[in-house]
């Protein structure tokens, strides 16, 4: 188990800050590990995931005896060290040829894991294509249904999502939409149960494409998709979901990034913005209006008046 | 001037941008990430993968990069179009749990005590003499007490 370092001079102390929880997180690093026997088949594959994730992604050289589905307390220890919440880990057995696991951690512990066959694979190598610069944000394409029902595609669209993400952004640079990483799944659940996939015929397609944009005449350009690689095909094995409540917590927005309710401001049916002021109640006998002199009643004018007709009387 | 049919004879020397769909495409545009729900042509898909995997994501990246080209663009300078994304809506779990509030030092006891605040003074101030905003003290600023003026009076017990 790790100690808790007292910070001595302040490079460490900046360094557990770093780590220590924050409101806004930092992007995820993720671990690529190699089992205890491993094919060239999933060390390219390593590799390659690795590449796709270019920064905040270490790669162990070395072969570590990592059962994840057994035993966590190594994996436990490795993300630790490692300040890490996304993990892959590949191996390859008769039983289980090419294997690749995608985890994710929450707080020290193993939240989700997803254990996927490689059926095919080509690595990015294969593909002589220019590639685009790492870094960039990828765009996602999900196909087939498959994603909305069943609950081993959801847990993967949302841990692939997760993966390659990047850093949260608020705008982007439309000339820096590189790649597209595209996920599709095919076959049917045979078995009534959503959680298990034993008795499921279907493929995960794995894709990577770069974009090229071309004129179309229009303010918006024309797409076109060229293979960049990695390609695989994928099919699940075994899984193993987040607990609901575990799930709850690790999902939950802090009420400093809630979007705020603007009250007493709406818009009415024609679409302008209307407001609303409250005022408090008013005394209509002490309102202050505007003075007008002419209309000022004055006891001298009265006699004065008065004076006008008794002289008129007397001439 | 009627320039339709040069305009149509523009258009059609490009590919169009339009796709359609069955279902329309469900996007989280803070992840740029599209999902489809439309079902695959399960024979094209055995034949000839790789081509028709190719060109079914192209429909969809198009789509997506229409409702990308749909947001509020800005032009920046030396970057070029910037687009605006929207929050995040696909609920994606944390790797840390939220923070909790640190207790208040003990100074930060007794100035809640006391109703102390802590008043910053701001570096610069606006001097009435020069009509600007100035440093309030250093370089230029406003507290050289006289030092550069051009015209001092002598005093009286010089």
């Keep these: 188990m790790l100690k808790t370092i007292k910070p001595k001079n302040a490079r460490t102390k900046r360094i557990l800050k770093k780590r220590e929880p924050k409101v806004e997180e930092n992007v995820k690093t993720a671990i690529f590990i190699r089992g205890s026997t491993t094919s060239q088949v999933v060390n390219d594959a390593l590799s390659d995931l690795c590449r796709l ?7 162990f050289t070395k072969k570590n005896n990592i059962h ?42 193993v939240l989700d894991m997803i254990e996927v066959g490689i059926e095919k694979a080509i690595t990015m ?18 196909n087939g249904e498959l994603f909305e029902t069943s609950q081993v ?9 997760d993966f390659y993400r990047g850093q949260t952004m608020e705008s982007i640079n439309v000339s820096g939409l590189e790649y597209v990483i595209s996920i599709t799944a095919t076959g049917s659940i045979t078995s009534s149960d959503n959680t298990v996939p034993s008795t499921f015929d279907g493929k995960i397609f794995f894709r990577v494409y770069t974009i090229q944009m071309t004129k179309s005449g229009q303010k918006v350009p024309r797409v076109e998709l060229e293979d960049m690689g990695p390609n695989y095909e994928f099919k699940f094995r075994r899984t193993r979901f987040a607990k609901e409540e575990v799930y709850k917590i690790a999902t939950k927005i802090p009420k400093t990034l809630k979007p705020k309710k603007v009250k007493n401001v709406g818009v009415n049916e024609i679409g302008d913005k209307v407001g609303r002021i409250h005022v408090g109640r008013q005394d209509l006998g002490k309102l202050q209006t505007r003075k007008m002199k002419g209309l000022k009643r004055m006891s001298e004018d009265n006699d004065r008046t008065e004076d006008w007709s008794r002289k008129k009387r007397k001439a | 001037m009627d320039v339709s049919a040069q305009l149509e004879a523009q258009k059609s020397q490009y590919k169009s941008i339009n796709v359609e769909k069955q279902v329309p495409l469900q996007l989280d545009l803070g992840l740029l990430a599209g999902f489809d729900v439309n079902a695959l042509e399960e024979n094209k898909l055995k034949a000839e993968t790789d081509n028709y995997l190719k060109s079914y994501t192209r429909d969809g990246t198009q789509l997506l990069i229409n ?70 003290w250093g370089y230029k600023g406003a507290n050289d007490d006289g030092a550069n003026e051009w015209l001092v009076p002598v005093p009286d017990n010089a």
């Design chain 1, 68 to 109: 994840p589905f057994d035993d966590d307390t190594s994996l436990d220890f490795y993300c630790a060290k490692n300040d890490s919440s996304l993990f892959v880990i590949g191996s390859h057995s008769k039983k289980r040829p090419h294997n690749l696991v995608f985890g994710r951690m929450f707080d020290g512990q």
């Design chain 1, 125 to 142: 190598n294969e593909i002589k294509t220019p590639k685009c610069s790492m870094g960039m944000k990828p765009l996602f394409i999900f």
């Design chain 1, 153 to 161: 595609h959801k847990t993967f669209k949302n841990m692939m999502l």
């Design chain 2, 67 to 136: 409702e990308i080209f749909r947001l509020p663009l800005t032009s920046v300078q030396d970057v070029g179009v910037v687009a605006e994304l929207p929050k995040i809506i696909t609920a994606i779990p944390r790797e840390k749990p939220l923070p909790k509030p640190k207790p208040p030092t003990r100074w930060e006891r007794f100035a809640k005590l006391k109703g102390i605040k802590k008043n910053t003074k701001s570096r610069l101030i606006y001097d009435e003499k020069r009509g600007e905003w100035v440093p309030r």
């Design chain 1, 53 to 59: 994730r270019r920064s905040n992604s270490i790669n």
